[in-house]
């Protein structure tokens, strides 16, 4: 601003004695040569003035303190992106990422210059986080949104903040009493961030993305998890629905207030656990794609096999960073395209091996294509490309070229005999069965994961222990390539 001033002081004070030299047949060339010099000056303070400040970059625009009670009245507040990322974006082309961040959640989203963080994973996972959010060449995150205090959600916020420009920090009105969440306030202290509660209803503008809050819409839950901040991205006719672990009761509530939760793009509550993803909810959600931010063998059990079901019967193609790692979707608001394991450039923390990575990391590519016809979604068709599939399959589901069928089940056979199961599904595919009796799930030998043959057939032969109860179980077996996965059940009768 000086600078500026200063050189139109000057060109003034040289244009008037240009003037006056000019009356008086002066030296006039020296007068001109000041009015240059002072334009010059005037130019170079305009444009050094017009740029961003980064001081100004960290102050968030939009500022509720952190003890603000959560309204539950709907308002439309809009927050609009401030600030710019320091790498261009020049497309407009919204990027869509579900980190592989072990058992946690961490999802991206970037258009042009903004950029929009939900979640950290865990403090194990940070280290890789961070390094795919760099490999992005991101340095700048204008929102990030912590769902909920959990450690899985917030683990790595602290880093995240410290690391990188940060615009505003959204998080719930709800503290916990734990190392992991008092890093984050004081990662967020140190920068001299404010903590923005969610309002539902308001909206975060992302360039001609829309972000809606639509969770939490209560001042108290019981369970830390319905604290989790729901909210909806909506790019043209495509729309990403990211919703912690929010689960059944945070559900219902965003159901009866009525938001339009009708997504192309699902990122499964609470790891696919069957607290979550109500028929109800899911009902009105009709996803064609679901995510589920999963660990390899958690200690949790998640994802719950009544979710996978769930998830398959609205015909929703499912993929997760377990087996899948991460995942990337990409939109220009009229169709989306999905890269499983393209972009996981440093694995997160393994807790198990049980997953099988190595299977499906080849060449994947699915382009989903989602033609839209005014308001609502019609038709949805999915081309896959994979090197591992040496034959066709023929396509039983209406969205998929992954099948599974069960050819045979030993039944009735006597407890303390042997029984198999065959199936046939895609060659490579890995499959998984569990054998359910009264006892719960069986845990007998044999009843492992197995990776389909050339011809696509696997079969597994266990013994069925002498003291089950008689009657008819349930058996479960599930495939999966390529990002695809297909259930299927049946039963057998013990005697
Ligand atoms: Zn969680």
């Known amino acids: 601003m000086f600078v500026g001033l200063l050189g139109f002081f000057i060109f003034g004070i040289c244009l008037i004695f240009l003037i006056w030299a000019a009356a008086k047949k002066k030296l006039k060339r020296w007068w001109a040569l000041g009015m240059l010099a002072g334009f010059i000056l005037f130019i170079v303070g305009v444009s050094i003035d017009s740029s961003p400040s980064t001081a100004d970059h960290n102050t968030p625009n939009t500022s509720i303190a952190s003890n603000t009670p959560i309204k539950t009245t709907v308002t439309s507040t809009s927050i609009t992106a401030s600030s710019s990322a320091s790498v261009t974006n020049t497309s ?49 995150i204008d929102y990030v949104v912590g769902t909920h205090p959990h450690e899985d959600h917030v683990g790595g916020m602290d880093a995240v903040i410290s690391r990188f420009d940060i615009g505003t920090v959204l998080m719930p009105t709800i503290t916990a009493d734990t190392k992991t969440y008092k890093d984050v306030i004081s990662a967020i202290d140190a920068k001299h961030l404010k903590i923005t509660a969610p309002i539902p209803g308001s909206n975060i503008t992302l360039g001609p993305v829309t972000c809606t809050i639509l969770a939490p819409n209560s001042l108290k839950y019981d369970d830390l998890n319905n604290y989790s901040i729901v909210l909806c991205a909506v790019y043209g006719n495509e729309s990403f629905l990211f919703t912690g672990d929010a689960e059944e009761l945070s559900e219902s509530e965003i159901l009866a207030k009525g938001y339009n939760v009708d997504s192309d793009v699902l990122k499964v509550g609470h790891h696919g656990s069957n607290s979550s993803t109500t028929p109800d909810f899911l009902k009105v959600v009709s996803p064609t794609c679901a995510i589920i931010e999963v660990g390899a063998g958690n200690d949790y059990g998640h994802p719950a096999q009544a979710t996978l079901d769930k998830l398959s019967a609205t015909g929703a193609t499912i993929y997760r960073t377990d087996l899948n ?5 990409t939109s220009n608001g009229s169709t989306i395209n999905i890269s499983p394991s393209i972009i996981t450039t440093s694995p997160a923390v393994t807790t198990s091996t049980s997953a099988p990575v190595t299977s499906i990391t080849t060449t994947a590519a699915a382009v989903m294509t989602t033609t839209t016809a005014s308001a609502s979604k019609t038709t949805t068709t999915i081309v896959t490309t994979t090197t591992k599939t040496t034959t066709p399959t023929t396509t039983t589901a209406t969205n998929s070229t992954l099948s599974l069928d069960i050819i045979s089940v030993t039944s009735p056979v006597s407890a303390g005999s042997n029984a198999t199961l065959t199936v046939r599904t895609s060659p490579g595919a890995q499959c998984n069965i569990t054998v359910y009796y009264k006892s719960g799930a069986s845990s007998a030998s044999g009843l492992g994961s197995k990776t389909a043959d050339s011809d696509g057939n696997v079969s597994w032969t266990w013994k069925v222990g002498a003291k089950t109860t008689a009657g008819t179980w349930k058996i479960v077996v599930s495939a999966s390539i390529n990002g695809q996965s297909i259930t299927k059940n049946t039963t057998f009768t013990v005697e």
């Open 92 to 140: 407009d082309t919204l990027e869509v990422y579900y980190f592989d961040v072990g058992q946690g959640d961490a999802e991206l989203l970037r258009i042009g210059d903004d950029t929009m963080l939900i979640d950290a994973g865990t403090n194990a996972s940070t280290n890789a986080l961070i390094a795919d959010i760099k490999n992005l060449g991101i340095t700048d």
């Open 325 to 329: 790692g991460t995942i990337k979707l």
